[in-house]
């Protein structure tokens, strides 16, 4: 293992000594730890944990982050990473207090992804932001979502159908002997359904949905960083392209949406754009063009995550996946209390617009800050028994999400969709999805389990590996069909 040659210069700078062993450049070897514990990282002389900012780029951390949150909420609630130059909040009143302060804290530019999803509402801050969002967002909530059930649900359907017992696929192998399947949920269901859903909604015609489907998980891609930036350039160009002809088509041919019996229940949303006018002006093509880039993006992987995510969590809590079954509403606690507990965005960055002092720590105006959401969501000054996934527990709001966010009775709404001004539009949208996809996933599946021989062990070398950051990149099942 070779020497980092300038340790002697990072601990000092970092004003720590974390007798941990260099592997490559600056990056520290932090041994792996049960889930739930964090590595020694030193104390001071009063005995609190010291915290080493190289744990954020380490193996340990990506798979078992909550307790090093943990000592950051604990210890340092405002946290500055001086190796990153940037500062961290991590409990929820904190978290919450900034995001609906929309003139004290603004969006920022998020690195790779505003070159590749393009110049978004994301971005935006204020009367701009609101104009965009107002735009926008009413046609995935309230009685526009209504309208889109229908939809969603036949999408579902027509998945589940299409698997087959007598041609297997890479994703889907059936045993006629034993009765029983192997299915990659990501790959059968998972990967591809929200982002069918999305072009439904949008109006895509049937025949660009393969197109959209590639030049979605090329945007995907793409974000990952400037390796692959290029790729996910040019399927947004590609995008675009098309979603101008076609918008350009909608204005004088407008398509709609219809029920189970063909009824028809309003227009999709590019043709509603097309015939949306501000201060007497229709939209422009490049209106609607530049934010469908984001809601293809925005609701995909997210949505995906959530629901391997939730089968992975249930699966593993068979009491708890049986109650769910034998009450299908109980899919709602379900969804939050996945989102609650494993959820694939980490957090949102801002910039604070005025000079701010918090929990001690000055904060100079335009410096980086990260609100954690996940952290927020593991904040036990919140909720009791954190690392504990537990669809009933009494302390999770699991109620129609709110701007404002909600905390009464002893409950609180989880950080996944953010709150506040920016607070995720496709929030109800995804929940539609990942609760009706699931319940008819649930009546196709009999008997189902992990198929454990199928999925990654934690480094331990016991048990499945847990979700860490992010959501699960496939989950292999092993399942009766019926
Ligand atoms: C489980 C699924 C999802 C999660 C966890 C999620 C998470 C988030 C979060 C945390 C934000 C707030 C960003 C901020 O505060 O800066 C956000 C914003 C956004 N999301 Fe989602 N999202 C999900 C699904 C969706 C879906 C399905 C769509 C579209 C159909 C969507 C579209 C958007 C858009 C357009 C924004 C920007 C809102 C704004 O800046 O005003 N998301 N999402």
């Known amino acids: 293992m070779a020497m980092c040659p300038f340790r002697d210069v990072l601990d000092r700078a970092l004003a720590i000594n974390v007798g941990a062993t260099i592997e490559t450049g600056a990056r520290t070897s932090f041994p792996l730890m049960p889930v739930g514990l964090a590595a020694d990282m030193g104390r001071t002389a009063d005995g609190t944990p010291l915290f080493d900012p190289r744990i954020f780029d380490s193996a340990e951390f990506a798979r078992n982050p909550y307790p090093y949150y943990r000592i950051l909420r604990d210890h340092y609630p405002v946290y500055f990473d001086k190796l990153h ?123 660009a949905r393969q197109s959209f489907v590639y030049w979605y998980h090329s945007m995907m891609t793409g974000l990952g960083g400037s390796e692959t930036a290029q790729q996910g350039l040019e399927a947004r160009q590609h995008l675009e392209d098309y979603v101008e002809g076609l918008v350009e088509q909608r204005r004088s041919q407008p398509s709609f949406l219809t ?12 043709s509603e754009l097309c015939a949306t006018k501000v201060d007497g002006d229709w939209l422009s093509t490049e209106e609607i063009t530049s934010n469908i880039a984001l809601i293809v993006g925005g609701g995909g992987e997210t949505t995906r995550g959530a629901i391997l995510n939730m089968w992975y969590l249930l699966l593993q809590h068979p009491d708890q996946f049986a109650a769910v079954r034998a009450t299908p509403s109980l899919w709602d606690a379900a969804f939050h209390e996945t989102l609650r507990h494993s959820t694939s965005i980490g957090g949102q960055p801002r910039h604070n617009t005025f000079d701010l002092q918090l929990h001690g720590v000055h904060i100079p105006a335009g410096s980086l800050m990260h609100m954690v959401d996940v952290s927020a969501n593991h ?23 709110l701007r404002s966010g909600y905390r009464a009775d002893g409950r609180a709404s989880h950080m996944a969709f953010g709150v506040g001004p920016h607070l995720c539009p496709g929030a109800w949208i995804s929940h539609q999805e990942s609760v009706t996809g699931s319940r008819l996933l649930a009546e196709r599946l009999g008997d189902v389990q992990i198929a454990a021989d199928r999925m990654p062990t934690d480094v331990t070398g016991s048990g499945l590996a847990p979700i860490g950051l992010g959501a699960i990149r496939a989950l292999w099942l092993d399942v009766e069909l019926i």
Request: with cysteine; hydrophobic share 35%; aromatic share 8%.
């Open 259 to 270: 029920d189970d019996s063909g009824k028809v229940l309003g227009r999709d949303i590019i």
């Open 379 to 401: 904040d036990d000054r919140v909720f009791a028994d954190p690392g504990r996934f537990d669809i009933h527990r009494s302390d999770l709001y699991v109620g129609k999400l």
């Open 85 to 207: 130059n940037c500062y961290y909040v991590t409990r929820y009143d904190d978290i919450t207090a900034c995001y609906l302060d929309d003139e004290g804290f603004n969006t920022i530019p998020k690195g790779s992804s505003s070159g590749v999803l393009g110049n978004t509402q994301l971005e935006l801050s204020g009367i701009e932001h609101r104009r965009r969002r107002n735009l926008y967002g009413r046609h995935l909530v309230g009685q526009a979502l209504d309208k889109r059930v229908p939809a969603i649900r036949r999408l579902a359907t027509e998945m589940i159908a299409g698997w087959k017992t007598d041609a297997p696929s890479e994703v889907v192998q059936y045993d006629a002997g034993m009765g029983r399947a192997r299915i990659e949920l990501g790959g059968a269901f998972a990967n591809e359904f929200p982002i069918r859903v999305v072009c439904q909604v949008l109006g895509i015609p049937d025949d």
